[in-house]
């Protein structure tokens, strides 16, 4: 089990434990098989992470990278890089920070080619 970030939540995954609401509400009820309407409420709801059976946290990031277009994904990493290019990538918060920062440019390109 690991706790997923709600951007790389997908289709057939596995909920581990209850997806609640901030007002206590269950959203998702543990065993359920996730689709993209699951999904979307639990965006609708705010909701930021998800316990998932089967799989680790690195490994649904690295699948929901998977999709994106190879060429973008190299010109908003490398713009990132220079963004960091301070930082001490060795320090985990500073390589979860970048991947945060990927991950929210990536779902802000997305929405600009959709709108």
């Known amino acids: 089990m690991a706790l997923i970030n709600i951007d790389d939540l997908a289709p057939d995954m596995e909920v581990e434990q209850n997806v609640m609401s901030p007002t206590g509400m269950i959203l998702v009820p543990a065993g359920v098989v996730l689709d993209d ?11 930021t992470e998800a316990h998932i059976k ?4 690195e490994e649904a990031a690295a699948k929901a990278l998977e999709e994106v277009d ?5 010109k908003e990493k490398q713009e990132l ?8 990538f060795k320090n985990p918060f500073i390589k ?3 991947q945060q920062s ?3 440019r990536l779902t802000k390109r997305a929405g600009e080619q959709d709108g």
């Open 54 to 57: 089967g799989v680790s946290a």
């Open 37 to 47: 309407k699951k999904i979307r409420l639990l965006k609708s709801w705010g909701v």
């Open 102 to 104: 990927l991950r929210r």
């Open 96 to 98: 979860e920070l970048f």
């Open 70 to 74: 190879p060429q973008v994904l190299l």
């Open 81 to 88: 890089v220079k963004l960091f290019r301070r930082n001490d």
